[in-house]
């Protein structure tokens, strides 16, 4: 089993930054690769960002390219997302997940999830 929580999440205006954070605990951190995804109500869960085990691949979605940056520290258990330019259609519930293979966009391929943290940017 591998824990996941995310953290950073809030309230920030168009334009603005945040980081979320996304601490892992239980099994080997460093064996997933781990991505971001996020989910506004009544809509499907997207892909966000990727990165795999060593952090030499990155993949973004390309309504957030340029914008947000996505990192790991393997030595901390905890991966990153940068977050500027901040956006109103970027408000939904972010959330982080972990692949035992490798850096997919797709969620059923995940193996673990967080719980998620709130973004909420305002107009």
């Known amino acids: 089993q591998v824990q996941l929580v995310e953290s950073g999440g809030g309230l920030v205006q168009a334009g603005g930054s945040l980081r979320l954070s996304c601490a892992a605990s239980?099994?080997?951190?460093?064996?997933?690769?781990m991505g971001w995804f996020r989910q506004a109500p009544g809509r499907e869960r997207d892909f966000v960002a990727g990165?795999?085990?060593?952090?030499?691949?990155?993949y973004y979605a390309d309504s957030v390219k340029g914008r947000f940056t996505i990192s790991r520290d393997n030595a901390k258990n905890t991966v990153y997302l940068h977050m500027n330019s901040l956006k109103p259609e970027d408000t939904a519930v972010y959330y982080c997940?972990?692949?035992?293979?490798?850096?997919?966009?797709?969620?059923?391929?995940?193996?673990?999830w967080g719980q998620g943290t709130q973004v909420t940017v305002s107009s």
């Open positions: 990165i795999s085990r060593g952090g030499s691949m990155i």
């Open positions: 997940a972990a692949d035992a293979l490798k850096v997919t966009a797709t969620p059923r391929e995940y193996d673990y």
């Open positions: 239980g099994r080997t951190f460093s064996s997933y690769a």
